[in-house]
């Protein structure tokens, strides 16, 4: 057994990890696809990367100036493309930050009628002191969201060659059509730009492979080729969370049970036939215990603990000398590996097995197999009247995205927005299907109800401040026979917003002297240093009040620092007091103190007016 195995759960990697730039480099583009999409983590990455000062996720979500600069910073080099109607549902009032990702995410849906499931990371990175860039692409089997579920990730780093490598194809490809997957509302032109830019370097891109790979090869499902599925070769393992009859069949046709392994979930191995189950010769699901194994924390808040368990998707084959180790989002489902219905992305390393490992060393009890205990058969959960009742209100979320849902914004004489909704196609819901929207930033407790679904014509929303005019909806479909409900966000596409908005939020972010010169230290001075301090305000550490600040880092010196550079600073802070205006806090005094609008006019004639960052 060779000393390491690639499924070994001891090779463990966190998510921040897959994104940091390599030393002296910085992030220069980031493109990424998944299937379901939380808001919070969408609003994480930017100030992870931007920072990566802060201990924690939650420690990101508490401290909203980090999260507001991180989306000032990299938003326009990151673009996000998820299955439409798969954003989590937020069912109290969204943070109004959401309204910065609006032109970050965007929403498809798989051509073949299946899901848009393919989970990656393709990012750039530029070095600080001029050279070629490097790639780094990451296939995942987790989706963009809190879930602490199992998961597999093959992450690899590149250069750009210089004549192209078939091999990529597949995934560059993907990234070519990603743009026309678009659900109702338009590619936005930069997510374009930079899925095109990123295919052209991953075209010609050169991999440094993992430890006891000798090829890797790519495969895209759900894009009009025939579906790919593993080779057959003399044993087959499948690590599946979901899985279905008609696809293990095939997987296994001509192999004995001996030579066959299942690592699945409880629920779904109740749902196979007992004939297929009978196809392997140890069907296993994770151990109770391993589920807290990781030493993460296991109070939180159940709405960003979602129930572990397990998300890995993996296939293992022998050939001859050879181990073949396929990652990636599919599952072993007729959708995802026969049909051709879903959108799937997989990676296959290939190795000589002495050193990449044999299916038995994979599973072993020395390695993920302590994880792992015999599954003992019992009833299924799920009912039939469930199952139908998925798929109807399923139908409906599919219908809702295609039918292109848009806002439209009308001010009123008191300064509030009336949001009214319509669709380009009418929306007849089936018998017993029910309908419920509401504006994201207000909650669902302003929800509106359309049993009927929706026409052509505009519904009234009601009427918002615009600090919280998103085109996000909030979504909720219910089956009134069953009780089975599906909640989620829904994105638009949004007419005539007044073009204060961003200022509106940035307001509401930055809303006393206080929050204004500690915006001023993370947009001056050292930002991982910036971000630490505070980081440790919001944990009651410190606190940086005007002269605290001063003492630690005084403006007037990072303002002239920031005149050697290239002047991206000094321009950020002349968007920021453009933006804050004449802005007050709650007890009347300005935001800006006098005394640095003093000093900015002395800065001000000597903006640089070199290239803006992209």
């Not at 493309?81 to 959401?98: D, M, N, Q, W, Y």
């Not at 993996?314 to 959708?335: D, H, K, M, Q, W």
């Not at 599973?363 to 998925?390: I, K, V, W």
């Amino acid at each position: 057994m060779p000393a390491d195995t690639a499924l070994d759960p001891e090779n463990r990697a966190l998510y921040a990890e897959i994104l940091r730039p390599p030393p002296g480099y910085e992030l220069d583009a980031a493109l990424a696809t998944t299937y379901t999409l939380d808001f919070e983590t969408a609003l994480v990455i930017p100030a992870t990367l931007a920072f990566q000062a802060a201990e924690n996720r939650q420690e990101v979500l508490d401290t909203p100036l980090a999260l507001l600069e991180g989306l000032e910073r990299l938003s326009e080099r990151i673009v996000v493309f998820c299955e439409a109607g798969r954003i989590k549902a937020v069912p109290a009032a969204a943070s109004r930050l959401t309204a910065l990702l609006e032109d970050t995410v965007t929403e498809v849906l798989a051509p073949g009628g299946g899901a848009f499931h393919p989970k990656l990371w393709a990012l750039r990175f530029i070095p600080m002191a001029g050279g070629a860039p490097l790639l780094r692409l990451a296939l995942l089997s987790r989706n963009l969201t809190a879930d602490r579920c199992w998961d597999l990730s093959l992450c690899l780093d590149g250069e750009v060659s210089g004549a192209p490598q078939p091999g990529n194809a597949p995934v560059s490809a993907l990234l070519r059509r990603l743009p026309d997957l678009a659900s109702g509302r338009a590619t936005p032109p930069r997510a374009r730009a930079i899925a095109a830019s990123l295919a052209g370097d991953i075209d010609r891109a050169l991999w440094t492979l993992p430890p006891g790979a000798r090829e890797i090869s790519f495969a895209v499902n759900g894009l009009g080729r025939a579906p790919w599925r593993p080779r057959i070769g003399r044993t087959l393992g499948v690590i599946s969370p979901f899985v279905s009859a008609q696809a293990l069949e095939v997987l296994t046709r001509g192999l004995p049970p001996e030579a066959t392994q299942l690592l699945s979930r409880a629920e779904e191995l109740a749902l196979l036939p007992e004939e297929t189950r009978a196809r392997f010769g140890r069907i296993t699901v994770l151990d109770e215990v391993a589920e807290t194994e990781d030493g993460e924390e296991t109070e939180a808040v159940e709405r960003r603990t979602p129930a572990l368990g397990l998300h890995a998707k993996a296939f293992v084959t022998e050939r001859y000398a050879t181990t073949e180790i396929t990652l990636g989002s599919g599952n072993a489902t007729a959708p995802a590996l026969l049909t051709g219905a879903n959108v799937e992305v997989f990676a296959t390393l290939s190795g000589p097995s002495r050193l990449l490992g044999t299916m038995e060393d994979q599973l072993s009890p020395e390695r993920l197999g302590r994880f792992l205990r015999d599954y003992q058969p019992q009833p299924p959960a799920e009912t039939a009247a469930d199952r139908a009742a998925e798929a109807r209100l399923d139908a409906a979320r599919k219908a809702l995205a295609r039918c292109q849902p848009m806002l439209r914004c009308a001010a009123e004489p008191d300064g509030l927005i009336a949001l009214t909704l319509s669709c380009a196609r009418s929306l007849p819901l089936p018998q017993g299907v029910r309908l419920t929207v509401w504006p994201l930033a207000v909650g669902a407790m302003h929800g509106i109800d359309l049993p009927a679904g929706l026409g052509r014509g505009p519904v009234g929303l009601g009427r918002l401040p615009l600090r919280d005019v998103t085109r996000w909806l909030g979504v909720r479909l219910s089956d009134t026979a069953t009780g089975t409900e599906q909640m989620f966000s829904l994105g638009t596409t949004l007419r005539d917003l007044p073009e204060a908005r961003s200022a509106e939020i940035l307001r509401t972010i930055i809303e006393n002297r206080d929050a204004f010169l500690r915006y001023l230290r993370l947009l001056l001075g050292d930002t991982s240093e910036a971000a630490k301090a505070i980081f440790a305000m919001g944990r009651g550490k410190g606190f940086f009040g005007a002269a605290g600040l001063a003492e630690e880092s005084p403006i007037l010196e990072d303002m002239v620092r920031a005149l050697q550079g290239d002047g991206r600073q000094l321009h950020d802070i002349e968007r920021l007091i453009a933006r804050l205006g004449e802005a007050r806090d709650q007890d009347g005094a300005p935001v800006i103190p006098e005394r640095f609008l003093h000093l900015w006019q002395v800065f001000r004639p000597l903006l640089t007016k070199g290239k803006r960052r992209a």
